[in-house]
């Protein structure tokens, strides 16, 4: 019988992958290739799109010789990607028309401050379940469209089109000018604050509150779907699934049933929780949004809360710093103390996510004194990404009214026992790593293979979920209520520090 496999395309904020997979959930072989980041302002974060899909060209290949197959053997390929990332570009040449605004962006503060004060602004989380943000695609889209001479009359025309990663990278693999397919799933599109969160389809009163033309925009799909085959780079595998990069991590976790969370410790980090066929609207920060949908069957909702600087604090403590060499260097600098002597670091280089959602936030380090020493400001880098999952957590437990009792984790900071550990002592709950750590590319690959029956249901998909390593609390619970104390004392001092800069293009 000849072997046959799922492919995953990881489009990271930093890096694209190519992976594998067997029917046992087993990685076969990995490319991947970084793409390089643009600041050409204070706050302005960009990608080249172009560059992106280059580096898809070639690590589909390399994958596919690294595990020593054809394109024959591989059923299925599964798209997931950066979400609010926003791509604009022409439909008749394939150029983008600048490059893509990245989700860490924060250029359109001006225009956010602008759009509150509009009417309707009171129907927008409504329908949409995401609050006013410059986190989200469409006032980057807005932005792109005041700014970008002629872009308006271009979309107007129909002759640019938008995408988020996802799209971008379907349309140029099914065809690209030459009859590359305009979609999106459901999860990607419920981040740009332009789909009505009901329906699952693009509002027109949102689309008229930013200022969106319509023929911008490409059809939302079902996650699990068979949205056609690539005739470029790999030609003839069939794309069976496209998600947004947490939505994929929530379903390679099997996080199917009501309650079930994860969290993706990456750059940021994103814990979702699966709300079942019920819409949860927050009263506690969190977004409402989607977890996933396959096929012709209801979606499954989620909360979300999405923390902006987890990984990057540590990146920023390496390379602005210096004070370690490599990321896994934090773990043994931080075990040279016991606490965090009293400091404190709350990271809000570009304002703080959920729960607050305060985009004028500016980070802080609070405590200092001569007593603290490297070792201290590395345990206090450790601690922030878990007091950030706790006080997420807590708004999750209070909107559902159901207490997390596990916390399923991936991506590469859980690599970090000491964090782990911290994390599972602020939470007071276990904190499980499975042992693919890969759970984004493989949510994408498990979609995918649903969708053309490689594997046959969401059951046999649980069966291989695997531990790989757990974590109790182990914390005096008076410390970590102390703890949590001076934590949410040193987050209210980040509020309103900076004030909203007019940007426009030179």
């Not at 190519?18 to 980041?37: G, K, P, T, Y």
């Not at 989620?302 to 934090?330: K, Y």
């Not at 000491?418 to 042992?435: G, K, S």
Request: proline share 4%; hydrophobic share 40%; aromatic share 8%.
């Amino acid at each position: 019988m000849v072997q046959r496999f799922v492919m995953a395309i990881d489009q990271g904020t930093t890096s694209t992958r190519c992976i594998l997979f067997d029917h046992n959930a087993r990685l076969v072989s990995v490319a991947q290739r970084e793409h390089r980041q643009y600041y050409p302002r204070p706050g302005w974060v960009e990608q080249d799109a172009v560059e992106i899909w280059r580096n898809v060209d070639r690590i589909v290949p390399q994958a596919l010789r690294e595990a020593g197959i054809t394109a024959e053997a591989v059923v299925a390929l599964g798209i997931t990607n950066q979400r609010e990332t926003a791509v604009v570009w022409d439909r008749h040449t394939g150029v983008p028309v600048g490059r893509a605004i990245v989700w860490e962006d924060i250029r359109t503060e001006e225009l956010i401050a602008d759009l509150e004060t509009r009417p309707g602004i009171d129907e927008v989380r409504e329908r949409c379940g995401l609050p006013l943000a410059t986190y989200f695609s469409a006032p980057s889209l807005r932005w792109m469209l005041d700014n970008t001479a002629g872009l308006r009359d271009r979309a107007e025309r129909g002759d640019v089109l938008f995408g988020t990663m996802d799209t971008w990278l379907i349309w140029n693999l099914t065809g690209g000018v030459n009859g590359g397919l305009h979609v999106t799933d459901v999860t990607n599109a419920s981040r740009t604050m332009l789909m009505n969160l009901r329906t699952q389809e693009w509002d027109a009163e949102l689309l008229a509150f930013f200022g969106i033309p319509r023929q911008l925009l490409p059809e939302i799909r079902p996650s699990t779907e068979i949205h056609g085959r690539t005739s470029r780079v790999v030609p003839g595998i069939r794309i069976g699934a496209a998600l947004g990069d947490q939505h994929a991590a929530l379903f390679g976790q099997t996080c199917f049933a009501r309650g079930e969370t994860k969290c993706t410790y990456g750059t940021g980090s994103f814990l979702l929780m699966n709300t079942g066929t019920t819409l949860v609207r927050s009263d506690n920060g969190l977004l409402t949004t989607i977890g996933y949908q396959i096929g012709g069957e209801p979606v499954t909702y989620a909360l979300e809360g999405s923390i902006a600087v987890t990984g990057s604090l540590v990146q920023w403590f390496r390379d602005n710093l210096g004070l370690i060499h490599s990321a896994p260097e934090i773990e043994t600098l931080a075990r040279t103390v016991t606490d965090n002597g009293g400091c404190y670091i709350v990271p809000a280089f570009s304002g703080l996510f959920a729960p607050h959602w305060h985009s004028e936030a500016r980070g802080i380090i609070v405590g200092l004194t001569s007593y603290i020493t490297k070792g201290h400001l590395a345990r206090a880098v450790l601690e922030a990404t878990a007091w950030q999952t706790r006080e997420v957590v807590d708004a999750m437990n209070a909107d559902l009214c159901v207490p997390s009792r596990v916390l399923k984790v991936d991506g590469g900071m859980t690599a970090d026992h000491l964090l782990m550990q911290f994390i599972a002592d602020v939470l007071d709950i276990p904190v499980m790593r499975p042992m693919v750590a890969e759970t984004v590319s493989l949510g994408a690959a498990y979609a995918a293979g649903l969708a053309v029956g490689y594997w046959p249901d969401l059951e046999g998909l649980r069966r291989n979920w695997h531990l790989a390593a757990r974590w109790t609390p182990q914390l005096d619970p008076q410390v970590r209520e102390s703890e949590y104390a001076n934590w949410k004392r040193a987050v209210e001092l980040t509020f309103g520090w900076a004030r909203p800069r007019r940007a426009t293009v030179q």
